[in-house]
């Protein structure tokens, strides 16, 4: 069974200072990797999406990698600012299509 | 509207009562998902539908019910739940069962 770990669950860090989350999962036979956002009592908005085949994937201030054979992903955002604040989770796509998500890491950015 | 869309936002319900939760979704796609978020527990898929068919029942009680009408429309019926079944359920779509997932802003469960 696919186990998808976060590591820190929280993380508190000044404005501007680089975001690092760490996503690791036990099963390297995956799809792809997903990256979500969520916001207190909302929703899920999808980040990033890394094909197993791809190391990693960009989109502005947000970079994703991925190490199929260790089991890891790592999200990084630069110059964090307070609207980064929100939960992060991550997600892998195993082969019966489904996508098994970690607990998240909560962000917390001071202004 | 677009997107995915999740109805009623709040609901808090009786052990006794029986209420439907209502997701639609306005992109076209043709899976359709229902997950259940505790706090501070990882989300669980309970169903999923394919064209319609249901394709996954995660050993999800009897106390809640799947209802797929249509690719656009799903529900969720609710009926002699427990306190423990609190939580935000959430529902997601996606083009087919590869592709990537959707999601509504979900509908807040409180059990009393």
């Known amino acids: 069974k696919q186990e998808v770990t976060q590591i820190p669950a929280a993380l508190s860090v000044p404005e501007g200072e680089n975001l690092v989350l760490n996503c690791s999962f036990t099963?390297?036979?995956?799809?792809?990797l997903q990256w979500f956002r969520q916001d207190p009592g909302k929703g899920l908005t999808s980040l990033l999406l890394i094909q197993s085949s791809q190391r990693e994937q960009t989109s502005g201030r947000l970079n994703a990698s991925l190490d199929k054979s260790s089991g890891r992903s790592t999200l990084y955002i630069a110059a964090s600012q307070p609207g980064d604040s929100a939960t992060y989770l991550c997600a892998v796509r195993i082969p019966d299509y489904k996508l098994s998500f970690g607990a998240g890491t909560t962000v917390t950015v001071r202004a | 509207e677009t997107g995915v869309t999740q109805t009623p936002r709040h609901l808090v319900m009786g052990m006794t009562n029986k209420k439907s939760l209502k997701c639609e979704q306005h992109?076209?796609?043709?899976?359709m998902y229902w997950y259940k978020q505790s706090a501070k527990k990882p989300l669980e898929l309970m169903f999923v539908?394919?064209?319609?068919?249901?394709?996954e029942n995660n050993s999800v009680p009897s106390r809640f019910s799947p209802e797929c009408p249509n690719s656009s429309h799903l529900f969720l019926h609710l009926h002699t739940l427990q306190p423990e079944d609190s939580a935000l359920y959430l529902c997601?779509?996606?083009?087919?069962?590869?592709?990537?997932?959707?999601f509504g802003p979900g509908t807040r469960l409180t059990v009393l």
């Open positions: 992109l076209g796609h043709n899976a």
């Open positions: 997601a779509s996606s083009q087919d069962r590869v592709n990537e997932q959707f």
């Open positions: 539908y394919n064209f319609k068919e249901q394709t």
């Open positions: 099963d390297s036979a995956i799809y792809n």
